[in-house]
T-cell receptor
Framework: GQNIDQPTEMTATEGAIVQINCTYQ??????LFWYQQHAGEAPTFLSY????GLEEKGRFSSFLSRSKGYSYLLLKELQMKDSASYLC??????????????FGKGTMLLVSP | DAGITQSPRHKVTETGTPVTLRCHQT?????MYWYRQDPGHGLRLIHY???????DKGEVSDGYSVSRSKTEDFLLTLESATSSQTSVYFC????????????FGDGTRLSIL
């Protein structure tokens, strides 16, 4: 099975940097995804990590340590529109669509002026 | 944006009635998924499909059935709806390559009274 933990809520100030952590214990691992979900909307893809290290994409970066079962999403130069829920998801098992995603419960980020 | 359409977008019905939700895609992706999202639980996989007439159960499949008679359509049926199935339902699709994310539809908000 899979167990994925994220903080429930975080607050930060516009222009600041925030790090959202995700830890996982899984029976198989084939990559970790981060999604953003604004209230009342669908989740949208942010980043993907399968190898250890940092992936940078504009203001957003994601880090993975497979040996520690740990990932974080780093958001820089926070904007009000970054207020949303951030979902960590782990892909299990095989290297195909037969593998499924298990999602954490999400971290609600509130950015204040 | 991935071409995914969920219908209906909102539905209110009574306990014991049958309900069918539809997911339609125009991306010709092989893999399709149904999730439900509830406060305190996050996104949980109900059923998924890896091809026409090929489906499998997810984490919370009890009380749900699915069908996929053609590539573009994936139906989720609640044979006899219960109040515990009140939720937001998301459909997702993927092309099956390991580094490619699942893309989500806009969701169906289902209330069972």
């Amino acid at each position: 099975g899979q167990n994925i933990d994220q903080p429930t809520e975080m607050t930060a100030t516009e222009g600041a940097i925030v790090q959202i952590n995700c830890t996982y214990q899984t029976s198989g691992f084939n990559g970790l995804f981060w999604y953003q979900q604004h209230a009342g909307e669908a989740p949208t893809f942010l980043s993907y990590n399968v190898l250890d290290g940092l992936e940078e994409k504009g203001r957003f970066s994601s880090f993975l340590s497979r040996s520690k079962g740990y990932s974080y999403l780093l958001l820089k130069e926070l904007q009000m529109k970054d207020s949303a829920s951030y979902l960590c998801a782990v892909r299990d098992g095989g290297n195909s669509g037969y593998s499924t995603l298990t999602f954490g419960k999400g971290t609600m980020l509130l950015v204040s002026p | 944006d991935a071409g995914i359409t969920q219908s209906p977008r909102h539905k209110v019905t009574e306990t014991g009635t049958p309900v069918t939700l539809r997911c339609h895609q125009t991306e010709n992706h092989r893999y399709m998924y149904w999730y439900r999202q509830d406060p305190g639980h996050g996104l949980r996989l109900i059923h998924y499909s890896y091809g026409v007439k090929d489906t499998d159960k997810g984490e919370v499949s009890d009380g749900y059935s699915v069908s996929r008679s053609k590539t573009e359509d994936f139906l989720l049926t609640l044979e006899s709806a219960t109040s515990s199935q009140t939720s937001v339902y998301f459909c997702a699709i993927s092309d099956g390559y390991s580094n490619q994310p699942q893309h989500f539809g806009d969701g169906t908000r289902l209330s069972i009274l």
